[in-house]
C-alpha cells in the first residue's frame, strides 16, 4: 500500500490540507504502507519554494514524517512522454478557440437549455485547417476526449460512487503555453511512482472519475486506485471553512499555542464517532479506520480543539516547553500556570502577572480590606506555608470568609477573577512586588 499528500505550494497549510495530510500518514501506517509528499508545482506563476518549505516544516510540526518525497517541476519529460502517448491513441487533441470563443458556445447551449458541456467541435478539425491556424500565429491547447457512459468505484469513505463522464466537458490536460495541469499531473505521478490508495477531498469526487478515465487510457488495470473522499469541513456554525481564514493555517494555529498532538488527534477523529484524544501518532495510526468516518459533512469547531490543547497543556512537563516560554520562566512557574491554558501563547501574560510589572485597577470600596491585607502580610523570606499564614491573619483581622476574602486579593494582585493557585502565584511575586500591588489597588 502507498499513499501521497501532494500539496501545491501556492500558500501555507490550512487545516483542511492538514486533515487530508493525517488521513494519508495514518492509514498508511495502519497497513504498513509508504507515505509519499509530492509537492505539486507545476504552477510556476503560484508555486513558491518558501510555501514547499513551510509546507515541509508544516508536516514535521504535525509529526507527520514522509517515506519518499519530489516535486512536479522535476518531472516535465514524464508529462511530455504520457502526452504523446494520448495523442497517438486520438485522447489528447488540440484546441484552438479562444476564451470568448468558448464563453459564446456555453452562452448559447444555456439559453437552449442545454448542458454547458464542450462540443468537441476540434475533433472535427481537419489536418489542413489545424495547419492553417497554426500557420496564422494560434498555438493550441490540449484536451482529454473523455469515454462514454459512467465511471464507478467502491469509495472507502462513501461507498458506491459513480461519474457519469458524458456529462463532464473534456478537460484541458495542457495550457497553450505548455502548463501541465493537475488531473493529468497528478495520474501520471500516482501511476509512475505506484500510488494504490487516494485519500482526499469530497470536492474531488469528479476529478476523480476524469483521473480514472485518463488513466485507463494510460494502461492502468481497472480498479488500480482505491479512492476514499473525505466530507468537506464546515465552520462551528455550518458554513463552509474558508481557507482564505488565516487564523486556520498551521502556522496562526502553532504561533497562537496549539499543540500538534492536540490537532492531529482532532483532526484524527474528526467526523467519526471515536472521541478524540491527543495520542502518539504510532497510536492513532494503530486505531486509525477511515471507514468510520461519515459521509456527512464534519464541524471544525474551535472549542472542541482548544479543549482538547487544554488537555495536553496540563500534561506537558517543563522540558517540552522550556524553550517556548518567556526568558526567566521556571519550572515552578510551569507547574503552577499550565492548569489554566487554553494555549501556550497564554502564559506569556501570567509570567507578566509573577515577574512583571502589570497595574491592577483599583478596587473601589476595598481600600481598608486591602490596607489590613498589607499589614498582615508575613514577611520574607516565604516558604508553601506563607499563603495559608496570611490568609488566616488577614481572616481574624477582616472578618472577612470565602470569596469575600479571596476575590479582592486575586484581582488586586493579578488583575484576574480567575487563574492559577494564589498559593503558588505569590511564591513566585515576592513580597516587594505583592506589596506594592496591594498599595496601588488600595489608592
Not at 126 to 154: C, M
Not at 168 to 187: E, H, K, Q, W
Not at 317 to 326: C, E, K, M, N
Not at 350 to 362: K, N, R, T
Amino acid at each position: 500500500m502507498k499513499l501521497r499528500f501532494a500539496p501545491s505550494p501556492t500558500g501555507l497549510l490550512h487545516v483542511g490540507n492538514a486533515r487530508q495530510a493525517v488521513a494519508n500518514a495514518l492509514h498508511a501506517r495502519r497497513h504498513g504502507g509508504t507515505f509519499q509528499l509530492r509537492i505539486d508545482d507545476t504552477d510556476p506563476e503560484r508555486s513558491r519554494d518558501t510555501y514547499a518549505d513551510a509546507i515541509r516544516n508544516d508536516l514535521r510540526w504535525l509529526g507527520l514524517d514522509w517515506d519518499e518525497s519530489f516535486s512536479q517541476s522535476a518531472h516535465t519529460a514524464d508529462y511530455a512522454a504520457a502526452a504523446d502517448r494520448l495523442r497517438a491513441s486520438g485522447r489528447l487533441y488540440p484546441c484552438f478557440e479562444s476564451e470568448e470563443e468558448l464563453h459564446a458556445k456555453r452562452e448559447l447551449r444555456l439559453r437552449q437549455k442545454r448542458p454547458p458541456i464542450y462540443d468537441r467541435a476540434m475533433l472535427r478539425l481537419t489536418a489542413e485547417q489545424r495547419a492553417q491556424a497554426e500557420a496564422n500565429g494560434k498555438i493550441p491547447y490540449w484536451r482529454f476526449k473523455l469515454s462514454d457512459g459512467a465511471v464507478v468505484w467502491h469509495d472507502l469513505v462513501m461507498g458506491r460512487t459513480q461519474v457519469k463522464l458524458s456529462a463532464i466537458s473534456d478537460p484541458v490536460l495542457i495550457r497553450a503555453d505548455g502548463t501541465i495541469l493537475y488531473a493529468f499531473a497528478s495520474v501520471v505521478d500516482d501511476l509512475r511512482t505506484s500510488i494504490t490508495d487516494i485519500l482526499r477531498g469530497e470536492d474531488h469526487i469528479t476529478n476523480t472519475g476524469v483521473q480514472i478515465d485518463i488513466a485507463l487510457a494510460l494502461g492502468a488495470a481497472p480498479g488500480h486506485f482505491r479512492f476514499g473522499h473525505l466530507p468537506l469541513l464546515l465552520d462551528a456554525a455550518g458554513g463552509k471553512l474558508s481557507k482564505r481564514f488565516d487564523g486556520l493555517t498551521l502556522r496562526a494555529l502553532r504561533q497562537d499555542g496549539i499543540e500538534a498532538s492536540a490537532l492531529v488527534g482532532y483532526l484524527a477523529r474528526l467526523g467519526t464517532s471515536d472521541d478524540p484524544q491527543p495520542l502518539a501518532i504510532a497510536e492513532l495510526a494503530a486505531q486509525y479506520d477511515v471507514g468510520h468516518t461519515s459521509r456527512s459533512p464534519s464541524r471544525f469547531d474551535m472549542h472542541q480543539l482548544l479543549s482538547l490543547n487544554r488537555r495536553v497543556m496540563h500534561a506537558l512537563p517543563f522540558a517540552a516547553v522550556a524553550d517556548r516560554l518567556p526568558d526567566g520562566a521556571t519550572e515552578a512557574f510551569w507547574l503552577a500556570v499550565r492548569g489554566n491554558l487554553d494555549l501556550l501563547g497564554e502564559a506569556r501574560h501570567w509570567w507578566d502577572v509573577v515577574a512583571g510589572s502589570i497595574v491592577p485597577p483599583p478596587l473601589e470600596g476595598e481600600s481598608e480590606f486591602l490596607t489590613q491585607a498589607l499589614s498582615a502580610l508575613p514577611t520574607e523570606p516565604w516558604d508553601e506555608h506563607v499563603w495559608s499564614i496570611w490568609t488566616k491573619r488577614l481572616a481574624e483581622l477582616s472578618g472577612r470568609r470565602g470569596r469575600k476574602l479571596f476575590l479582592p486579593l486575586r484581582v488586586a494582585l493579578t488583575a484576574e477573577e480567575k487563574g492559577p493557585e494564589l498559593h503558588e502565584l505569590l511564591l513566585l511575586m515576592g513580597r516587594e512586588r505583592v506589596a506594592g500591588r496591594l498599595r496601588h489597588a488600595a489608592a
